[in-house]
């Protein structure tokens, strides 16, 4: 299973970006999706999830509102749009694939905002 992180890159603070992670070596459709985030010296944080087959969505408080995650089965891709970018939003954001007996993750994909 392979899970390739895109799209981050050095954003002002108000800018958008979009994130995309494509897996291969499973069967995306079968899997909920979900973006994680690390910032220098502190924990990872869950901020977004997609669930099978339903669609349905949730969100961290931090990112409600402004990150908008999405899935095409057909591309086996996630999506994660993020706008008006902060500084805080500075980290290593990672795609994640898991079901009830399996659990993936990608490379990571760096975001820095600047202010």
């Not at 494509?22 to 899997?31: A, E, I, M, P, W």
């Not at 902060?86 to 820095?112: H, M, R």
Request: hydrophobic share 35%; aromatic share 10%.
């Amino acid at each position: 299973v392979q899970l390739q992180a895109s799209g981050g890159g050095l954003v002002q603070a108000g800018g958008s970006l979009r994130l995309s992670c494509t897996v291969s070596g499973l069967t995306f459709r079968n899997y909920h999706m979900a973006w994680f985030r690390q910032a220098p010296g502190e924990e990872g944080e869950l901020i977004a999830m997609i669930r099978r087959p339903s669609g349905a969505t949730d969100y961290s408080d931090s990112v409600k509102g402004r990150f908008s995650i999405s899935r095409d089965n057909a591309k086996k891709t996630v999506h994660l749009q993020m706008n008006n970018l902060k500084p805080e939003d500075t980290a290593i954001y990672y795609c994640n694939v898991f079901s009830l007996d399996y659990d993936y993750w990608g490379q990571g994909t760096l975001v820095t905002v600047s202010s």
